[in-house]
């Protein structure tokens, strides 16, 4: 069966710090990568999809990037974080189909 | 206008109620549509996952589409304390690599034992 990852659970970050948060899925080939970002008391953003390594595309602009250098890792960053940066932030795979699904997330908050 | 309308509740029911949750869409394209259940501080988890019109069954959920109205519905059955949390309607026009779906606000539901 698959199972994704998320690390780590819970980050707090300085204003300007840089950000690494990754995310692994086991147990399938190739899958689709996703980030969303969730704010408090709101819907799921998407951020990024990824159809395969290195291949990445953008949905939002803003001071985050992804980047996929294996083909089951995704990994989420920025050079310099900013306040509206906090959020709850979710992977997500899926196959062919539409069907997604999604990790535990990564709760950020950036004081 | 936001291509999915979802009412964010609260919405606080009797333990053994039957609830029903709904999302409206204004995007005639769209024929896939799920239903994710997200407990707090927890990621989103797969419920119901329906293509075109129709009904479908799983347990104590029956999830509805009605295409004509561009209209989604689910509907708990008996209703747990454990099936607090948000319900988020998620849908997308199309299959294939990107799968991209539009996710509705989410619901917020409380049963109460």
């Known amino acids: 069966s698959q199972t994704i990852h998320q690390w780590p659970a819970t980050l707090v970050q300085p204003v300007g710090s840089p950000l690494s948060l990754e995310c692994t899925v086991e147990g399938t080939s190739n899958p689709n990568l996703y980030w969303y970002r969730q704010a408090a008391g709101r819907g799921l953003q998407l951020l990024f999809y990824?159809?395969?390594?290195?291949?990445i595309s953008s949905e939002v602009p803003q001071n985050l990037s992804a980047s996929r250098p294996q083909d089951r890792q995704f990994i989420l960053s920025s050079k310099k974080l900013l306040l509206s940066d906090s959020g709850f932030y979710l992977c997500?795979?899926?196959?062919?189909?539409?069907?997604?699904?999604f990790g535990p997330g990564t709760r950020l908050t950036v004081l | 206008q936001k291509e999915v309308e979802q009412d964010p509740g609260p919405l606080s029911v009797p333990e053994g109620a039957i609830v029903s949750l709904n999302c409206t869409y204004s995007?005639?394209?769209?024929?896939?549509f799920m239903w994710y259940r997200q407990y707090s501080r927890k990621g989103p988890e797969l419920l119901m996952y329906t293509y075109s019109s129709g009904n479908k069954e799983d347990g104590r959920f029956t999830a509805q589409v009605d295409k004509s109205s561009k209209y989604i519905s689910l509907f708990i059955r008996d209703s747990q304390p454990s099936d607090s949390a948000t319900y988020l309607c998620?849908?997308?026009?199309?299959?294939?690599?990107?799968?991209?779906?539009?996710f509705g606000q989410g619901t917020t539901l409380q049963v109460k034992p």
């Open positions: 997500a795979w899926s196959l062919f189909e539409d069907t997604q699904y």
């Open positions: 998620a849908m997308s026009a199309s299959s294939g690599n990107t799968g991209k779906l539009i």
């Open positions: 995007n005639s394209a769209f024929q896939y």
């Open positions: 990824s159809v395969g390594i290195g291949q």
